[in-house]
């Protein structure tokens, strides 16, 4: 009967709609399209040509889909729109270790690549981000990792593409920075088409080792930002504003032999235990500013620690450095038995915003200062994500919509590099969903919302 009952209501539903939400992967209440009429589970980049001709005759929008990833509803017009995801089109092939190249499709995820790669002995540099995301999709977004040495956006270490045009064409750019295809096509937010094909550039395998330091606050305001980042392969910092401390986390390659631990690293991971505790008591901080207090101090202490476990034992590491291989110790995954924090209802809002670094110092001490005037009113500003707020940096890449580029029209001086002001908050289970003080992030938030970050 009440599968009787389900069967007539789409039957009703359908008949006056024939339309629907297309949600992230956070699922039903999140959605990032709102006028979907068909999404397709591709299996090639034929199909994924078919799909596209087809829609174009029957006057369409069409958008990628790839991991649904996202944080917030940009992925398509208000027009009716098709979707095509990309999960199943995800061949990797072409390793040539000698020329430094691979070829994948556009479904490939950052986890799936580096496993296959170190498997044959290499892997793809800094140009990583999270391990479950695909390589359409980071590429699309101008997805980046945090580095002011390297290169740290993905598309950095992107040779080619193949991308297909909404008439259904494949379209194949090479990386030429004097040609303005390839500038466009660079981070083109999935607005010229879908990319199918992707030829990387890697690497032979290294081993990673990973710092930490404590610092307190008026170190990091008043000191040398641009000197503590560019030296390493990979840094950033983590601003933790109740405790007015930061986290500076520094990694760099380190000869294979140089180690034997084999550590790896999550973020995301949490027990089933420590998920029910902290969803109660950030829900709690909707309405208690004292539970965000504390959360605060609690996320700041386990955050200390290394977030690391022995890859083989999956015993917790507990000193600083961290060594192990690239992948693993620069992104690693999920620890055996736990599951990601947003499985647990753990989810945030975050709002991201990029500065030249060369004003970096600048920046974070007017955020101090918008912070000490919502103290003035009694509200301490506190960080409710477990991370801390994130502070990431990227070498300058020169595209036309990436947020890393130089020669704006802004007079700015971009040529440093770009300093990333990543606020990531909970957003509670409870009541409206919003957040305590939630004017103080609406009134900020000219929102560059299409991306966070954590790694
Ligand atoms: C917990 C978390 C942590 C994150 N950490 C980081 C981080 O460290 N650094 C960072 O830069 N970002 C980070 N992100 C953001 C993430 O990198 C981007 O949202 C990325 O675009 C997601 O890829 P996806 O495969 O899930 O794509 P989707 O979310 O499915 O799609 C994102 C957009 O890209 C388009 N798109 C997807 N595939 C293609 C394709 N093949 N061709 C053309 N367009 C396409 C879609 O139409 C859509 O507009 C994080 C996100 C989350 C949720
Ligand atoms: C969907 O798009 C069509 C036009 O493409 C428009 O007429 C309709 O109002 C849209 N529906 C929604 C829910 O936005
Ligand atoms: C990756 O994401 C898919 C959903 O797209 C999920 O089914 C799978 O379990 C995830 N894998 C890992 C290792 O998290």
Redesign the pocket.
């Known amino acids: 009967m009440p599968r009787l009952c389900s069967l007539l209501t789409a039957a009703t539903l359908c008949g006056l709609s024939s339309s629907f939400e297309y949600n992230?992967?956070d699922g039903e209440g999140h959605p990032?399209c709102y006028n979907v009429t068909a999404v397709y589970d591709a299996r090639s980049v034929g199909e994924i040509a078919d799909l596209v001709k087809d829609a174009a005759r029957k006057g369409l929008q069409v958008?990628?889909?790839?991991?649904?990833?996202?944080?917030y509803d940009?992925?398509c017009s208000d027009d009716e729109t098709v979707i095509i995801r990309?999960e199943y089109v995800n061949n990797i092939w072409d390793l040539d270790l000698d020329a430094g190249t691979v070829m994948v499709e556009?479904g490939v995820t950052f986890f799936q690549l580096a496993e296959y790669l170190h498997d044959n002995g290499a892997n793809i540099g800094t140009g990583l981000?999270?391990w479950n995301?695909?390589l359409?999709?980071?590429i699309?977004?101008?997805?980046?990792?945090t580095s002011l040495r390297e290169d740290a956006v993905v598309v950095g270490g992107v040779l080619a593409l193949d991308?297909i045009d909404g008439k259904g064409k494949i379209q194949h750019i090479e990386r030429d920075e004097s040609d303005d295809d390839w500038l466009a096509a660079s981070t083109?937010?999935?607005l010229l088409?879908?990319?199918?094909k992707i030829k990387l550039r890697v690497f032979p395998e290294t081993k990673v080792w990973a710092m930490q330091k404590t610092l307190d606050e008026d170190d990091v305001l008043d000191g040398d930002i641009y000197g503590m980042i560019s030296p390493y392969l990979t840094a950033n910092l983590w601003w933790w504003p109740y405790k007015r401390k930061f986290h500076w986390r520094y990694y760099d390659s380190v000869p294979v032999d140089e180690s034997n631990q084999e550590g790896f690293q999550s973020t995301?991971s949490v027990t089933e235990l420590e998920a029910v505790a902290a969803r109660t008591l950030l829900d709690s901080g909707k309405y208690l500013p004292s539970s965000n207090w504390l959360m605060e101090e609690i996320f700041f202490g386990l955050w200390n620690k290394p977030n690391f476990h022995d890859k083989s034992t999956d015993k917790e590491i507990t000193e600083w450095p961290v060594y192990g291989y690239n992948y693993d110790v620069l992104i690693g995954g999920l620890y055996p038995d736990q599951k990601p924090e947003?499985d647990y209802d753990l989810r945030g809002y975050t709002l991201e915003l990029a500065f030249p670094v060369a004003r970096a110092n600048e920046m974070l001490k007017r955020v101090r200062k918008l912070f000490d005037a919502e103290a003035a009113r009694l509200i301490f500003m506190t960080s409710t994500y477990r991370s801390g707020i994130n502070i990431k940096f990227s070498k300058p890449h020169y595209d036309f919509l990436g947020q890393a580029t130089y020669d704006t029209v802004d007079g700015q001086d971009w040529s440093k590099g770009t300093i990333m002001f990543d606020f990531p908050s909970y957003r509670p289970t409870v009541g409206d969903q919003k957040r305590y003080n939630e004017q103080f992030f609406t009134k900020r938030s000219t929102t560059n919302g299409?991306?966070?970050?954590?790694?």
Not at 63 to 71: P, S
Not at 140 to 145: D, E, S, V
Not at 193 to 196: A, C, D, E, K, P
């Open positions: 992230t992967f990032s958008r990628a889909g790839g991991k649904g990833h996202m944080w940009t992925q990309t556009a981000v999270n995301i695909s359409g999709g980071s699309a977004m101008g997805a980046h990792r991308l083109s937010l999935g088409g879908i990319i199918v995301f947003w299409v991306e966070s970050c954590t790694v």
